[in-house]
């Protein structure tokens, strides 16, 4: 999972990339990390996927473009749209089961 920084396009990442899981996160959010860490090991096997994590704190202003109000916060954009975000409480497992059912018909 490659860390944003406010030098990166976030538009230009998705539409460049077939696949792309945005995860925003906060460094006090403890479910945050652990999305995090379960994204990049996922990640290994699915090295097709785009994977990005966006601090809240530094990227505020994409967050509030984006309408991003709470952490964690997944979204997943297969050939530029969305197509999955979810936020709070959810099955990181459902999403990242989806996301490899698409990779492999692609």
């Known amino acids: 999972m490659i860390d944003f920084s406010n030098k990166d396009d976030l538009n230009k990442i998705i539409s460049e990339n077939t696949i792309t899981i ?8 403890m479910p945050c990390h652990s999305i995090k860490n379960k994204i990049t090991t996922w990640q290994q096997d699915y090295k097709d996927v785009v994977a990005y994590y966006i601090s809240l704190e530094e990227n505020m202003e994409i967050a509030a473009q984006r309408g991003i109000l709470s952490a ?3 979204e997943v954009y297969i050939e530029g749209k969305l197509s999955i975000q979810k936020s709070g409480y ?12 698409i990779s492999e018909q692609i």
């Open 22 to 29: 945005i995860q925003y996160g906060a460094a006090t959010c």
């Open 90 to 101: 959810f099955s990181l497992d459902e999403i990242l089961d989806k996301v490899s059912s």
């Open 72 to 74: 964690p916060t997944v």
